[in-house]
């Protein structure tokens, strides 16, 4: 009992806060992960935002230059395509699928204006810039303004979580090994009154063999003397 208490007790307890300690981590390690990938999602979605708004200022830059030529604009698309890819890496798919989809409306637009000029149909070009251009300009803001929000709130949840878990983790860890902790002392304390009670009794079987053998001794011997009395003689006698 008392090297199984020493051994088992100590091994349960430091096992229990290992492995409370490493669920905490995984838990802590998720949330801030989740929060940090949120966090770069929206510093690309600011990217994106920025990379369209160069792109819609090429666009009037061009226009007024004469030099009304698509390729002129592929820098600029191929950067914000390229933005946009780094926001599906990061986790946010339909949030990318949305972006390409307002992007590519916007693009495919401006493509058609600047070949209707090239053409000379202006009037056209202005009727496709009024419907379709600045439409899509703005349709693409706002799918970058509504994607910022919500992957930014998922963000700040994902912070908040893990602080909540580090703190609910903590607690219960220090709940749990306070408790194993007062187990093992109980289980000590036990372990000592056990062996308090064996030595007791220990002391006591020891005691009543010693008063047998002085009690067998005084009957067998004169009390003056101290030599073997008849008692002992007869008996010594019977045994051969």
């Not at 916007?106 to 600045?134: I, K, P, W």
């Not at 979580?161 to 002392?185: C, E, K, R």
């Amino acid at each position: 009992m008392k090297v199984r208490v020493r051994i088992v007790a100590p091994f349960v307890l430091f096992a229990t806060s290992l492995i409370i300690g490493v669920a905490a981590l995984i838990a802590i390690s998720h949330f801030r992960e989740s929060a940090a990938r949120d966090g770069e999602a929206v510093r690309v979605l600011a990217e994106i935002r920025a990379d369209a708004n160069h792109l819609n200022a090429e666009e009037w830059r061009a226009i007024a230059s004469g030099t009304v030529q698509a390729e002129l604009l592929a820098p600029e698309r191929a950067t914000l395509r390229s933005s946009i890819a780094r926001l599906n890496e990061l986790g946010h798919r339909d949030d990318a699928e949305r972006l390409t989809v307002a992007f590519t409306a916007y693009s495919d637009a401006v493509t058609d204006e600047f070949d209707l000029l090239n053409a000379g149909r202006v009037e056209e070009a202005e009727r496709v810039d009024e419907e379709r251009v600045d439409p899509g300009f703005e349709a693409l803001q706002g799918q970058i303004a509504t994607s910022t929000s919500r992957i930014d709130a998922e963000r700040i949840r994902a912070e908040r979580d893990g602080s909540l878990a580090s703190w609910a983790i903590g607690s219960i860890a220090t709940a749990v090994i306070l408790s194993l902790f007062m187990t093992y002392v109980r289980l000590r304390q036990r372990q000592a009154t056990t062996q308090a009670t064996h030595r007791a009794l220990e002391s006591q079987v020891v005691a009543s063999q010693q008063l047998a053998a002085e009690r067998e001794h005084e009957a067998n011997h004169d009390a003056l003397t101290g030599l073997p009395n008849r008692r002992y003689f007869f008996q010594r006698l019977a045994a051969v």
